[in-house]
């Protein structure tokens, strides 16, 4: 069987249109980017330790987190997001 280009055409014209409608579908999902600053001050728990860095659970997502002053904090101790560091959240021990 002979590929036409009229077939390669209409092909590679079905290939853009659904790569186009994937790329909107996916834009209009995109979170906010303004969750950072509404994290700061939250609570949450350790799901992962922190040596220095791991995973928290605050406000019902999981984070990757760093702890602000380098130490180790255990699985479920409680903590608060005290800033950003690039793609980390930096948290401290919510002592009580």
Same mark, same amino acid.
């Given at each position: 069987?002979?590929?036409?280009p009229?077939v390669?055409?209409?092909?590679? +014209?079905?290939?853009?249109v659904g790569?186009?409608l994937?790329g909107l579908a996916?834009?209009r999902?995109?979170?906010a980017?303004s969750?950072e600053?509404? +994290?700061?001050g939250?609570?949450g728990q350790?799901e992962?330790?922190?040596d220095?860095?791991?995973?928290?659970i605050?406000?019902?997502e +999981?984070?990757?987190?760093?702890?602000?002053?380098g130490v180790?904090?255990d699985?479920?101790?409680r903590?608060?997001?005290?800033?950003?560091?690039?793609?980390?959240?930096?948290v401290?021990?919510?002592?009580?």
């Amino acid at each position: 069987m002979e590929l036409t280009p009229a077939v390669a055409l209409s092909a590679l +014209l079905a290939v853009v249109v659904g790569v186009s409608l994937l790329g909107l579908a996916l834009w209009r999902h995109k979170k906010a980017g303004s969750g950072e600053v509404k +994290l700061i001050g939250e609570s949450g728990q350790v799901e992962t330790k922190l040596d220095p860095e791991g995973t928290i659970i605050v406000c019902g997502e +999981l984070w990757q987190a760093k702890s602000h002053d380098g130490v180790h904090i255990d699985v479920q101790t409680r903590i608060r997001v005290v800033g950003m560091e690039g793609h980390l959240v930096l948290v401290k021990v919510l002592r009580k």
